[in-house]
């Protein structure tokens, strides 16, 4: 049972990543997945979630309007498409499943059966 972050690179502010959470040894289509980051010095905190149960999809405050969470389900894999990046964007980024029908956004805390292993996002000129 795995869950793989990748997609993270260097991108100039005003540019575009888009990150994949692929699962291998467990279908991903029963979990909510959740995207979230860890800047260097901060705590961690939530980004997006896409809910198991409707397919509902939920964002931070601070990408609003900017990011994008989907399911490829066929693919067994959720990405995070990050359009208008800024240098305030910069950490590492992690997807999670959960069965919860809690939205981590506001308090991860707790959340995440399973982890990815973190991929990392530079946003800078």
């Known amino acids: 049972v795995q869950l793989q972050a990748s997609g993270g690179g260097l991108v100039q502010p005003g540019g575009s990543l888009r990150l994949s959470c692929a699962a291998s040894?467990?279908?991903?289509?029963?979990?909510?997945i959740g995207w979230f980051r860890q800047a260097p010095g901060k705590e961690r905190e939530g980004v997006s979630c896409?809910?198991?149960?409707?397919?509902?999809?939920y964002y931070a405050d601070s990408v609003e309007g900017r990011f994008t969470i989907s399911r490829d389900n066929a693919n067994n894999t959720v990405y995070l498409q990050m359009n208008s990046l800024k240098p305030e964007d910069t950490a590492v980024y992690y997807c999670?499943?959960?069965?919860?029908?809690?939205?981590?956004?506001?308090?991860?805390?707790?959340?995440?059966?399973?982890w990815g292993q973190g991929t990392l996002v530079t946003v800078s000129s």
């Open positions: 999670a499943a959960d069965f919860s029908i809690r939205i981590p956004i506001k308090n991860p805390t707790g959340w995440g059966i399973y």
């Open positions: 040894g467990f279908s991903l289509d029963y979990y909510s």
């Open positions: 896409i809910s198991n149960r409707d397919g509902n999809t």
